[in-house]
T-cell receptor
Framework: DAKTTQPPSMDCAEGRAANLPCNHSTISGNEYVYWYRQIHSQGPQYIIHGLKNNETNEMASLIITEDRKSSTLILPHATLRDTAVYYCIVRVSNSGGGADGLTFGKGTHLIIQP | DTGVSQNPRHKITKRGQNVTFRCDPISEHNRLYWYRQTLGQGPEFLTYFQNEAQLEKSRLLSDRFSAERPKGSFSTLEIQRTEQGDSAMYLC?????????????FGPGTRLTVL
C-alpha cells in the first residue's frame, strides 16, 4: 500500500499557483519524498524530490514540513498543460537498503481551469 | 531524443499468444525498472535490474512473465500465454544509482490489449 495520502482531485485557475498537499505521517528518516505527474496515456514524468529541505527547480517547488510528516508541491503559474494526475511517493534511500520500485497511490487529479 | 524509449507503443494480441516488449534506457543508466498500470490505477512495480542482474521481483510477476537485460543495456519483458487480465500499460523506467537516491525516468509505455 502507498505510504502517502493525497486528495483525489483539485481545481486551479490558469495562471494561479497550484498547491498540492501530501500526507506521509509514517515517513522514516531515510525516506525521500518524490513527486511525479502523469498526463493522460503518457508515462509518469519526474517533477522534484527532497529529503528534509525545501527544493525548487524549473518545474515546481517542494515544501516539506519540519516534522517531515507532510509536504506541498507548488506549481507557481499553472497552465492548461499542467492538468494531470500528480503522485506523491516516499522512497527509502539507497544507503538504507532501498532499490525498490516506486509505490504509487491513486494521486491527485489536478484540473487547471481556463 | 535521449529519454527512455519503448517498443512497440501499442500491441493487440489474442488470448494465449506470447508477446515481447522492449525498453531502451537512458544511456549509462545502470538500473532499469518495469511497471504495469491498469486503467484508473497508479503504476505497479514488477521487477528491476541493476546492470544485467535481476534483483527484485514483485509478487505480481507471475510465472508467465519473464524479463531480461542482456549486457546491462536494453531490456525485454515477455508475457507467455497472455490472458485478458494482462491488458494494461507496461512502463519502463531507468535510473543512475550513485549513492543517496536514484531518480527514475519513465518511458512512454507499451499499451497491451488482449482480446
Amino acid at each position: 500500500d502507498a505510504k502517502t495520502t493525497q486528495p483525489p482531485s483539485m481545481d486551479c485557475a490558469e495562471g494561479r499557483a497550484a498547491n498540492l498537499p501530501c500526507n506521509h505521517s509514517t515517513i522514516s528518516g531515510n525516506e525521500y519524498v518524490y513527486w511525479y505527474r502523469q498526463i493522460h496515456s503518457q508515462g509518469p514524468q519526474y517533477i522534484i524530490h527532497g529529503l528534509k529541505n525545501n527544493e525548487t527547480n524549473e518545474m515546481a517547488s517542494l515544501i516539506i514540513t519540519e516534522d517531515r510528516k507532510s509536504s506541498t508541491l507548488i506549481l507557481p503559474h499553472a497552465t492548461l498543460r499542467d492538468t494531470a494526475v500528480y503522485y506523491c511517493i516516499v522512497r527509502v534511500s539507497n544507503s538504507g537498503g532501498g532499490a525498490d520500485g516506486l509505490t504509487f497511490g491513486k494521486g491527485t487529479h489536478l484540473i487547471i481551469q481556463p | 531524443d535521449t529519454g527512455v524509449s519503448q517498443n512497440p507503443r501499442h500491441k493487440i494480441t489474442k488470448r494465449g499468444q506470447n508477446v515481447t516488449f522492449r525498453c531502451d534506457p537512458i544511456s549509462e543508466h545502470n538500473r532499469l525498472y518495469w511497471y504495469r498500470q491498469t486503467l484508473g490505477q497508479g503504476p505497479e512495480f514488477l521487477t528491476y535490474f541493476q546492470n544485467e542482474a535481476q534483483l527484485e521481483k514483485s509478487r505480481l510477476l507471475s510465472d508467465r512473465f519473464s524479463a531480461e537485460r542482456p549486457k546491462g543495456s536494453f531490456s525485454t519483458l515477455e508475457i507467455q500465454r497472455t490472458e485478458q487480465g494482462d491488458s494494461a500499460m507496461y512502463l519502463c523506467a531507468s535510473s543512475l544509482e550513485k549513492g543517496g537516491t536514484d531518480t527514475q525516468y519513465f518511458g512512454p509505455g507499451t499499451r497491451l490489449t488482449v482480446l
